[in-house]
């Protein structure tokens, strides 16, 4: 198993400089990929322009979103952002969308909330196609979701499933339903599949908060999603481990605090 690390790029109040250097030290690191969340309502850095700044910042390391919310945005501009990222970085990008669960970011893009799933198909479709404002037809995509529509659509036009979180059963289970959904469409082999989870080494009260806030939306249910955030090495190992036995080929882990020590201490750890 491959094991990538976020940007902080969805941490309120990140310095851009931060982002450039977090990636160059990603770089020279133990790191497979580097990933960035979406979001619009929130105090945060635009996922691409975060992996465009990234890639040009690196040369090794593989750049993803983990996911992009693609019904947020215009269909032409997303294919026209993802093939210019990916020109950018060397053709390194792995292109995650779903749909979004934010009410609030589509109020604030001005888009209607409903029938983003079948609008997501159709830019599935059209990026799957290639050609499409540069895209490239074998530019690696993945789907996100945890639905059986989202689990149809990765089968249907992606490469594989991007996991939103959790630990490594509720990980295993939705990996077994993906598994399911390409079977049932009768594509050969299996979907890639990537997890991720959170950490914060050494500095659990910073990171709780972080995670509180940015899942604020999910009501009770952010307490247990802070609760789950890895703050020592033994969580980290066990969390990798886990994810590892489970199937997962990409794990990403993502800061949920904006310091570069929490990259160097976690290169350590899987060291």
């Known amino acids: ?20 250097d977090w990636a160059r030290r990603a770089d020279a690191g133990p790191f497979s990929t580097l990933a960035v969340l979406d979001r619009l309502a929130y105090d945060s850095i635009e996922p691409f322009c975060a992996l465009a700044a990234a890639a040009a910042a690196t040369e090794r390391v593989g750049l993803a979103t983990m996911i992009a919310i693609g019904p947020l945005r215009n269909t032409a501009l997303l294919a026209k952002q993802a093939a210019s990222l990916d020109a950018i970085s060397g053709r390194r990008l792995t292109l995650g969308l779903a749909i979004g669960a934010r009410l609030d970011d589509f109020e604030a893009a001005g888009v209607d909330h409903v029938g983003r799933g079948a609008r997501l198909s159709e830019q599935l479709a059209t990026l799957r196609d290639g050609d499409e404002l540069g895209v490239r037809d074998d530019l690696p995509l993945l789907v996100g979701g945890t639905s059986g529509p989202a689990f149809a659509r990765m089968a249907r036009y992606a490469d594989g499933y991007a996991h939103g979180g959790g ?23 299996r979907p890639q599949l990537w997890g991720q989870g959170y950490f914060a080494l050494g500095d659990e009260d910073a990171g709780a908060a972080y995670l509180r806030d940015y899942y604020a939306f999910t009501g009770p249910f952010a307490e247990r999603i802070a609760a789950g955030n890895l703050t020592s090495a033994r969580a980290v190992k066990d969390f990798v481990r886990g994810y ?15 310091d570069a020590a929490q990259l160097d201490r976690l290169a350590e750890v899987l060291a």
């Open 167 to 189: 630990p490594p059963r509720a990980f295993e289970r939705a990996a077994a339903s993906a598994r399911a959904a390409w079977g049932d469409l009768g594509r050969p082999g």
């Open 1 to 20: 198993m491959n094991v990538g690390i976020g940007l902080p790029n969805t941490i309120p109040g990140t310095d851009g400089r931060l982002l450039v």
């Open 244 to 258: 590892a036995e489970a199937g997962c080929d990409e794990l990403i882990l993502f800061p949920s605090v904006a």
